[in-house]
């Protein structure tokens, strides 16, 4: 099992910056792949960022130039650094694991990011 647990949403202003972090724990040493999703009001869960266990990164075109996905101590911690963010960057942000030993994709209880006047 792992457990992943988002933190740094809030509310922010347009043009504003934020850094979302994700720990990792549990059985991580098969995790591959990591990203970040979200999900607006009324909207399905999109792709926002992704990275590779080898580092390759990709983005959705909304977010391309001013997202930035990391990772560090290899899977244990991800990272989201959101600049020049938008209102309709607004939405319940979650991280994801892939374990393609279970074919299972893990997931956090997400957190809320407001970007508002």
């Known amino acids: 099992q792992v457990q992943l647990v988002e933190s740094g949403g809030g509310l922010v202003q347009p043009g504003g910056s934020l850094r979302l972090s994700c720990v990792a724990s549990?059985?991580?040493?098969?995790?591959?792949?990591m990203g970040w999703y979200r999900q607006a009001p009324g909207k399905q869960r999109e792709l926002v960022a992704g990275?590779?266990?080898?580092?390759?990164?990709k983005y959705a075109d909304s977010v391309k130039g001013r997202f930035t996905i990391s990772a560090y101590n290899a899977k244990s911690t991800v990272y989201l650094q959101m600049n020049s963010l938008k209102p309709e960057d607004t939405a319940v942000y979650y991280c994801?694991?892939?374990?393609?030993?279970?074919?299972?994709?893990?997931w956090g209880k997400g957190t809320l990011v407001t970007v508002s006047s």
């Open positions: 994801s694991a892939d374990d393609p030993r279970y074919a299972m994709r893990y």
């Open positions: 549990g059985i991580i040493f098969s995790i591959t792949d």
């Open positions: 990275i590779t266990s080898g580092g390759s990164t």
